[in-house]
């Protein structure tokens, strides 16, 4: 008998694999560095929110999330019509891909771009073009450079995960005026929340200049929400009327809406995790860099730190020494970064911790 065959590209899927929160042998209560969650968590507003909701649990979901949408659209300035809000901004990336590629087509994004990138390229058959990178930055014009008749799709993460970089505004609209008219230019801005640049822009005037330019942003990060799975993209109106076709109908849960709106509401809670990050990202990063280690800047919350390659001082060996010391950082290998590690920015106490596992190891005989 013959076995069910996946489409062409399913196979090629090299499975997405999260920041760890335990390890074999290790603590059971580790401090987990290794996922860019929120430091401070949610909103006593939104926690509040999402208690409320489980009055309602035999009901389905209001199908279109709208007063979520109006929520979002208040505190942005934006039109909530062209608001379309996902489980998790992930969904909003595959529906992309799945409205605007497929077979024959191509994908473009960076070589340390997020994993997801080519990830739902193979999902729709897409075939993922990968560019150079100057020194982990995005680099415009190896980006145009890899464009070809085939292209649908270009990623850009900005900031980027895992190197913690970004293009500024310019760079960003440089990158559009490049583009052909009906290739769909996605921009990912988890960290917007966090970016303190006078030159950073998270696309929200391309995407009202033109009609294939969508932005893409998450609760996970500086909300606080990653439980719930809970992203929104901003998009012309008729993009968003793809992505609403494509969606499940009842796809954002009534939890999770409850909870979004009050976080969004709730920018006094966003602006404490701001600065909090603000204060504690140079603290740690100059506590990395005094024990010479190359720490590359960032402008979210989290900081990539590039071990030796002497034996003993390896990435490899820094990752074991942390984990059998409580925390866990994020293992880089899957974005061709096998020489570093991710730290995010958590608590003060985590923090403190962690600057100290770090002087210990490099402090080994």
Partial sequence: MTAPAPRPGILDIEPYRPGKSSVPGGPAHAIKLSANEGALGPSPA?????????????VYPEGGAVTLREAIGRVHGLDPDRIVCGAGSDELLYNIARGYAGPGDEIVYSRHGFNIYPIVSHAVGATPVVAPEEKLVFDVDAVLACVTERTRLVFIANPNNPTGSYIPA????????????????VIDCAYAEFVMRNDYSTGVELV??????VMTRTFSKIYGLAALRLGWAYAPSAIADVLNRLRGPFNISTAAQAAGRAAVEDQAHVNRARDHNAAWLPWFAERMQALGLHVYPSAANFILVRFPDTPGRTAADAFAFFAGNGVIPRETNGYHLPDCLRF?????DELTLAADIARRFMAQG
């Fill in 46 to 58: 939104a926690l509040a929110a999402y208690a409320g909701a489980a009055k309602t649990l035999h």
């Fill in 170 to 185: 310019d760079e960003l609209a440089r990158l559009r005026a490049g583009l052909r008219d009906d290739i769909v230019l």
């Fill in 208 to 213: 009202d200049r033109g009609a294939n330019t």
């Fill in 344 to 348: 995010t920015i958590g608590r003060e």
